[in-house]
């Protein structure tokens, strides 16, 4: 069976201190993958996705980055947090077929200070 | 573009009473439509989808939903409320024929089961 893992659970970070959030996924391989961002515990802002290594799609321009080194490895990055980033961070993956539902892990919950 | 909305931040309802959390989308072809619950820092737990066939779809914990393509709507439904039914729970939607892969999740409402 295929299982998501995702870390740090919790990461407290200062202004303007780089970040690396991991996504790794097992038991499937060509995963599509995901991150996304839930700011108050709401609705879900896609940040970027990847149908393949080095393959990298962003949603929305901002301070974070993304990339794909292995098939089944997704990174979030940044070089300087800002206040803002503070979230929790999901990363989900789906079969590479064409119904795409999305299996997601158990997130990262970000403070900037 | 391909979007949904659920117009309620939260529903109140009473152990054994039925529920109904509503969402609505809008698609320029025919849409693959999902239901997501989320516990408290959690991840989001898919409960069921709508791909073609049948309108009504069944999924876990004895939620259902009803396609139904004249409304555009989506609605998740249980016949009868646990109080472990309390969670946040998101409606997406993908649209298969832009070649887009990502979903597009609604707001989320949040449901809340009294004893």
């Known amino acids: 069976s295929q299982t998501i893992h995702q870390w740090p659970a919790t990461l407290v970070q200062p202004v303007g201190s780089p970040l690396s959030l991991e996504c790794t996924v097992e038991?499937?391989?060509?995963?599509?993958l995901y991150w996304y961002r839930q700011a108050a515990g709401r609705g879900l802002q896609l940040l970027f996705y990847?149908?393949?290594?080095?393959?990298i799609s962003s949603e929305v321009p901002q301070n974070l980055s993304a990339s794909r080194p292995q098939d089944r490895q997704f990174i979030l990055s940044s070089k300087k947090l800002l206040l803002s980033d503070s979230g929790f961070y999901l990363c989900?993956?789906?079969?590479?077929?064409?119904?795409?539902?999305?299996?997601f892990g158990p997130g990262t919950r970000l403070t900037v200070l | 573009a391909q979007s949904v909305a659920q117009p309620e931040d939260q529903v109140n309802v009473a152990e054994g009473n039925p529920l109904t959390v509503k969402c609505t989308y809008s698609?320029?072809?025919?849409?693959?439509l999902f239901w997501y619950v989320q516990y408290p820092n959690r991840g989001l737990q898919f409960l069921l989808k709508?791909?073609?066939?049948?309108?009504l779809v069944k999924g876990s914990y004895g939620f259902e939903a009803e396609f139904n393509k004249s409304q555009t709507s989506f609605h998740l439904k249980k016949p009868s409320a646990l109080v472990s039914d309390s969670a946040l729970y998101f409606c997406?939607?993908?649209?298969?024929?832009?070649?887009?892969?990502?979903?597009?999740f609604g707001s989320g409402t949040r449901l809340q089961v009294q004893p």
């Open positions: 989900a993956w789906s079969p590479s077929d064409t119904h795409n539902e999305q299996f």
């Open positions: 038991g499937t391989s060509n995963p599509n």
């Open positions: 990847s149908v393949g290594i080095g393959q």
């Open positions: 698609v320029s072809g025919n849409p693959y």
């Open positions: 709508y791909i073609t066939g049948d309108n």
């Open positions: 997406a939607v993908r649209d298969p024929y832009t070649g887009r892969r990502a979903l597009t």
